[in-house]
T-cell receptor, first 114, second 114 residues
Framework: AQSVTQLDSQVPVFEEAPVELRCNYS??????LFWYVQYPNQGLQLLLK??????LVESINGFEAEFNKSQTSFHLRKPSVHISDTAEYFC????????????FGQGTELSVKP | GEEVAQTPKHLVRGEGQKAKLYCAPI?????VFWYQQVLKNEFKFLIS????????ETGMPKERFSAKCLPNSPCSLEIQATKLEDSAVYFC????????????FGEGSRLTVL
Protein backbone atom coordinates (compact mmCIF):
# COMPACT_ATOMS: atom_id res chain seq x y z
CA ALA A 1 0.00 0.00 0.00
CA GLN A 2 1.04 3.56 -0.60
CA SER A 3 1.16 6.39 1.92
CA VAL A 4 2.11 10.05 1.90
CA THR A 5 3.52 12.07 4.79
CA GLN A 6 3.63 15.83 4.85
CA LEU A 7 5.96 16.64 7.67
CA ASP A 8 4.70 20.15 8.44
CA SER A 9 1.06 20.87 9.18
CA GLN A 10 1.60 24.63 9.19
CA VAL A 11 4.28 26.79 7.62
CA PRO A 12 4.20 30.52 8.39
CA VAL A 13 6.48 32.67 6.24
CA PHE A 14 6.94 36.32 5.38
CA GLU A 15 6.20 37.68 1.95
CA GLU A 16 9.12 37.41 -0.53
CA ALA A 17 10.84 34.77 1.62
CA PRO A 18 11.63 31.31 0.22
CA VAL A 19 9.58 28.33 1.30
CA GLU A 20 9.82 24.54 1.21
CA LEU A 21 6.90 22.22 1.91
CA ARG A 22 8.04 18.72 2.57
CA CYS A 23 6.50 15.51 1.25
CA ASN A 24 7.66 11.94 1.64
CA TYR A 25 5.94 8.87 0.26
CA SER A 26 6.06 5.16 0.79
CA UNK A 27 5.46 2.69 -2.02
CA UNK A 28 6.83 -0.63 -3.20
CA UNK A 29 6.03 0.22 -6.83
CA UNK A 30 6.60 3.19 -9.08
CA UNK A 31 4.31 6.12 -8.44
CA UNK A 32 3.18 9.33 -10.03
CA LEU A 33 3.50 12.39 -7.78
CA PHE A 34 1.38 15.49 -7.51
CA TRP A 35 0.99 18.72 -5.60
CA TYR A 36 -2.49 20.17 -5.34
CA VAL A 37 -3.47 23.53 -3.83
CA GLN A 38 -6.72 24.32 -2.07
CA TYR A 39 -7.76 27.93 -1.54
CA PRO A 40 -10.39 28.65 1.13
CA ASN A 41 -13.80 27.19 0.34
CA GLN A 42 -12.66 25.84 -2.98
CA GLY A 43 -11.78 22.48 -4.49
CA LEU A 44 -8.33 21.22 -5.28
CA GLN A 45 -6.33 22.61 -8.16
CA LEU A 46 -3.39 20.78 -9.69
CA LEU A 47 -0.17 22.72 -9.09
CA LEU A 48 2.36 20.38 -10.67
CA LYS A 49 3.00 16.73 -11.36
CA UNK A 50 5.78 14.24 -11.92
CA UNK A 51 4.98 11.39 -14.25
CA UNK A 52 8.37 10.56 -15.77
CA UNK A 53 11.44 12.22 -17.28
CA UNK A 54 13.11 15.20 -15.64
CA UNK A 55 12.95 14.98 -11.88
CA LEU A 56 12.51 18.74 -11.52
CA VAL A 57 9.05 19.96 -12.41
CA GLU A 58 7.77 23.52 -12.41
CA SER A 59 4.43 25.28 -12.22
CA ILE A 60 3.41 28.44 -14.05
CA ASN A 61 3.35 30.50 -10.83
CA GLY A 62 6.91 29.90 -9.70
CA PHE A 63 6.62 26.70 -7.66
CA GLU A 64 8.88 23.76 -8.35
CA ALA A 65 9.23 20.26 -6.96
CA GLU A 66 11.97 17.68 -7.28
CA PHE A 67 11.38 13.96 -7.33
CA ASN A 68 14.06 12.19 -5.31
CA LYS A 69 13.67 8.46 -5.67
CA SER A 70 16.38 7.49 -3.20
CA GLN A 71 14.86 9.64 -0.48
CA THR A 72 11.26 8.95 -1.61
CA SER A 73 10.56 12.67 -1.46
CA PHE A 74 8.80 15.26 -3.58
CA HIS A 75 9.34 18.56 -1.75
CA LEU A 76 7.69 21.73 -3.04
CA ARG A 77 9.68 24.95 -3.19
CA LYS A 78 9.24 28.57 -4.15
CA PRO A 79 12.08 31.11 -3.96
CA SER A 80 9.85 34.08 -3.15
CA VAL A 81 6.26 33.74 -1.92
CA HIS A 82 3.36 36.17 -2.29
CA ILE A 83 0.41 36.84 -0.02
CA SER A 84 -1.75 35.15 -2.65
CA ASP A 85 0.11 31.86 -2.12
CA THR A 86 -1.64 31.48 1.24
CA ALA A 87 -3.52 28.19 0.94
CA GLU A 88 -3.50 24.52 1.90
CA TYR A 89 -1.12 22.36 -0.11
CA PHE A 90 -1.58 18.65 -0.58
CA CYS A 91 0.96 16.15 -1.82
CA UNK A 92 -0.47 13.03 -3.48
CA UNK A 93 0.61 9.83 -5.20
CA UNK A 94 -1.07 7.50 -7.60
CA UNK A 95 -0.17 4.08 -8.90
CA UNK A 96 -0.80 3.06 -12.46
CA UNK A 97 -2.68 -0.12 -11.64
CA UNK A 98 -5.09 1.52 -9.19
CA UNK A 99 -7.19 3.34 -11.74
CA UNK A 100 -5.83 6.81 -11.11
CA UNK A 101 -6.85 6.90 -7.44
CA UNK A 102 -4.92 9.56 -5.53
CA UNK A 103 -3.58 8.98 -2.03
CA PHE A 104 -3.20 12.31 -0.25
CA GLY A 105 -0.98 13.55 2.51
CA GLN A 106 -2.42 15.38 5.47
CA GLY A 107 -1.89 18.81 3.96
CA THR A 108 0.33 21.77 4.84
CA GLU A 109 -1.17 25.15 5.56
CA LEU A 110 1.04 27.85 4.06
CA SER A 111 0.43 31.22 5.65
CA VAL A 112 2.21 34.17 4.02
CA LYS A 113 2.42 37.28 6.16
CA PRO A 114 3.20 40.82 4.98
CA GLY B 1 -19.10 21.23 -19.32
CA GLU B 2 -15.59 22.49 -18.77
CA GLU B 3 -15.60 21.97 -15.03
CA VAL B 4 -16.82 19.47 -12.50
CA ALA B 5 -20.16 20.68 -11.18
CA GLN B 6 -21.31 19.60 -7.74
CA THR B 7 -24.70 20.23 -6.16
CA PRO B 8 -25.81 21.24 -3.65
CA LYS B 9 -23.02 23.42 -2.25
CA HIS B 10 -24.41 23.06 1.25
CA LEU B 11 -26.73 20.46 2.75
CA VAL B 12 -27.98 20.22 6.33
CA ARG B 13 -29.55 17.03 7.63
CA GLY B 14 -30.73 15.81 10.99
CA GLU B 15 -29.11 12.63 12.24
CA GLY B 16 -30.81 9.65 10.66
CA GLN B 17 -31.99 11.52 7.57
CA LYS B 18 -30.91 10.73 4.03
CA ALA B 19 -28.48 12.90 2.09
CA LYS B 20 -27.87 12.84 -1.65
CA LEU B 21 -25.13 14.68 -3.48
CA TYR B 22 -24.68 15.12 -7.22
CA CYS B 23 -21.71 15.49 -9.54
CA ALA B 24 -21.52 16.26 -13.25
CA PRO B 25 -18.04 15.38 -14.52
CA ILE B 26 -16.24 17.27 -17.24
CA UNK B 27 -17.61 16.32 -20.65
CA UNK B 28 -15.50 13.59 -22.19
CA UNK B 29 -14.08 12.38 -18.87
CA UNK B 30 -14.79 8.72 -18.29
CA UNK B 31 -13.55 8.42 -14.71
CA VAL B 32 -15.25 9.81 -11.64
CA PHE B 33 -13.95 9.82 -8.08
CA TRP B 34 -15.56 10.72 -4.76
CA TYR B 35 -13.52 11.93 -1.80
CA GLN B 36 -14.51 12.92 1.73
CA GLN B 37 -12.67 15.75 3.48
CA VAL B 38 -13.16 16.08 7.21
CA LEU B 39 -11.92 19.13 9.11
CA LYS B 40 -10.01 20.81 6.27
CA ASN B 41 -7.53 18.03 5.80
CA GLU B 42 -7.23 14.35 5.07
CA PHE B 43 -8.90 13.55 1.79
CA LYS B 44 -10.35 10.08 2.13
CA PHE B 45 -11.00 8.16 -1.07
CA LEU B 46 -14.50 6.69 -1.22
CA ILE B 47 -15.21 5.26 -4.66
CA SER B 48 -14.33 5.54 -8.34
CA UNK B 49 -16.19 4.82 -11.55
CA UNK B 50 -15.22 4.09 -15.11
CA UNK B 51 -18.27 5.33 -16.99
CA UNK B 52 -21.22 3.73 -15.18
CA UNK B 53 -19.19 0.87 -13.72
CA UNK B 54 -17.75 0.85 -10.23
CA UNK B 55 -13.96 0.62 -10.54
CA UNK B 56 -12.81 0.81 -6.95
CA GLU B 57 -15.07 0.98 -3.89
CA THR B 58 -12.53 0.14 -1.22
CA GLY B 59 -13.17 3.36 0.68
CA MET B 60 -16.94 3.17 0.89
CA PRO B 61 -18.66 2.51 4.22
CA LYS B 62 -20.89 -0.10 2.64
CA GLU B 63 -23.70 -0.15 5.16
CA ARG B 64 -24.93 3.42 4.62
CA PHE B 65 -23.15 4.85 1.59
CA SER B 66 -24.00 4.15 -2.03
CA ALA B 67 -23.07 5.78 -5.32
CA LYS B 68 -24.08 5.62 -8.95
CA CYS B 69 -23.02 6.99 -12.31
CA LEU B 70 -25.79 6.36 -14.81
CA PRO B 71 -25.65 7.28 -18.51
CA ASN B 72 -26.88 10.80 -19.31
CA SER B 73 -27.34 11.66 -15.62
CA PRO B 74 -25.17 13.30 -12.97
CA CYS B 75 -23.33 10.88 -10.72
CA SER B 76 -24.69 10.66 -7.20
CA LEU B 77 -23.48 9.82 -3.71
CA GLU B 78 -26.17 8.90 -1.22
CA ILE B 79 -25.93 8.47 2.52
CA GLN B 80 -28.78 6.66 4.24
CA ALA B 81 -29.37 7.40 7.90
CA THR B 82 -26.68 10.05 8.30
CA LYS B 83 -24.54 10.18 11.40
CA LEU B 84 -22.77 13.12 13.01
CA GLU B 85 -19.40 11.83 11.78
CA ASP B 86 -20.60 12.07 8.17
CA SER B 87 -20.31 15.86 8.45
CA ALA B 88 -17.65 16.72 5.88
CA VAL B 89 -17.04 18.25 2.49
CA TYR B 90 -17.56 15.71 -0.27
CA PHE B 91 -15.51 16.30 -3.40
CA CYS B 92 -16.10 14.82 -6.78
CA UNK B 93 -13.33 14.64 -9.35
CA UNK B 94 -13.14 13.47 -12.93
CA UNK B 95 -10.34 12.31 -15.16
CA UNK B 96 -9.85 11.63 -18.82
CA UNK B 97 -7.31 8.89 -18.23
CA UNK B 98 -7.02 6.62 -15.24
CA UNK B 99 -3.33 6.06 -15.69
CA UNK B 100 -1.78 9.38 -14.72
CA UNK B 101 -3.97 10.34 -11.78
CA UNK B 102 -4.51 13.92 -13.00
CA UNK B 103 -7.87 14.62 -11.43
CA UNK B 104 -10.03 17.72 -11.86
CA PHE B 105 -11.98 18.54 -8.73
CA GLY B 106 -15.33 20.20 -8.16
CA GLU B 107 -15.81 22.81 -5.44
CA GLY B 108 -17.34 20.30 -3.08
CA SER B 109 -20.61 19.78 -1.25
CA ARG B 110 -20.57 20.58 2.45
CA LEU B 111 -22.76 18.19 4.45
CA THR B 112 -23.63 19.15 8.00
CA VAL B 113 -25.37 16.55 10.13
CA LEU B 114 -27.03 17.93 13.26
Amino acid sequence: AQSVTQLDSQVPVFEEAPVELRCNYSSSVSVYLFWYVQYPNQGLQLLLKYLSGSTLVESINGFEAEFNKSQTSFHLRKPSVHISDTAEYFCAVSVNNQGGKLIFGQGTELSVKP
Amino acid sequence: GEEVAQTPKHLVRGEGQKAKLYCAPIKGHSYVFWYQQVLKNEFKFLISFQNENVFDETGMPKERFSAKCLPNSPCSLEIQATKLEDSAVYFCASSQSRGTGELFFGEGSRLTVL
